[in-house]
Nanobody
Framework: QVQLVESGGGLVQPGGSLRLSCAAS????????MRWYRQAPGKEREVVATITSTGGFTTYADSVKGRFTISRDNAKNTVYLQMNSLSPADTAVYYC???????????WGQGTQVTVSS
């Protein structure tokens, strides 16, 4: 079955960087677009970034544009999220997502906590 395992979260000071990874299995990773989402306390889950199957096209939420970079390695079945210039507003649980017949009900990983605090 589809399995998504996120890693790389942690506590970082404002202005710092983190790189999240999501290892995928149970489906043909290289033919699907992938997403990173996040959910902050008391807020709805939101799309942070999307990458096409080949990695040739990416989109970002306005709040992270210019600071975050999504990438993928199809040989390793892994999608990444490089996060720079982090601020407390980026504190959230970050999830990677894979489409399930579209994006209305994606597969989720278990999430990884990112906390930005001094």
């Amino acid at each position: 079955q589809v399995q998504l395992v996120e890693s790389g979260g942690g506590l970082v000071q404002p202005g710092g960087s983190l790189r999240l990874s999501c290892a995928a299995s149970g489906f043909t990773f290289s033919v699907y677009a992938m997403r990173w989402y996040r959910q902050a306390p008391g807020k709805e889950r939101e799309v942070v970034a999307t990458i096409t199957s080949t990695g040739g096209f990416t989109t970002y939420a306005d709040s992270v544009k210019g600071r975050f970079t999504i990438s993928r390695d199809n040989a390793k079945n892994t999608v990444y999220l490089q996060m720079n210039s982090l601020s407390p507003a980026d504190t959230a649980v970050y999830y990677c997502g894979a489409p399930q017949g579209g994006w209305s009900r994606p597969y989720w990983g278990q999430g990884t906590q990112v906390t930005v605090s001094s």
